[in-house]
């Protein structure tokens, strides 16, 4: 088997498991092609912009990305994150270029707990007077 780079990325409840290989620049995410598993208009340069960001081609590598939990743009921004880690252990001179970039922090946010007596976290009862 291929020498490969791992990493993990995050976002609000989702988890992606990111394999980076050099290759003929194939990207599946859990068995299927990039391009059918994130349909929408912009994840997918969203994703590969780390690549850009080095100044690398995407094609030169195989990316393989088991993700799971939580939507769509958790999910986007957990392989996007896990992508731009994995660069990092291919070549850690890349560090700066993908940090400038904003590639290597992991997006905090995640979703408020609700609150008793209230109807989301902080959503109150409609006041009545009577």
Known sequence: ???????????KESTARVRLMDGSGTFTVNDKEGAV????????????????AVGQEA???????????????????????????????LNG????????NGLLTRNPRVKERKKPGLKKARKA????KR
Not at 1 to 11: N, T
């Open 59 to 89: 094609g030169k590598y195989d990316i393989s990305v088991k993700v799971n939990g939580g939507g769509v743009t958790g999910q986007t921004e957990a392989v996007r994150l896990g992508l731009a880690r994995a660069l990092v252990l």
């Open 1 to 11: 088997m291929a020498q490969y780079y791992e990493a993990v990325g995050r976002r």
């Open 93 to 100: 001179e890349w560090t700066s270029a993908l940090r400038k």
């Open 125 to 128: 009862p409609t006041y009545t």
């Open 37 to 52: 598993y994130f349909p929408r208009v912009g994840d997918l340069q969203d994703i590969l912009r780390a690549f850009d």
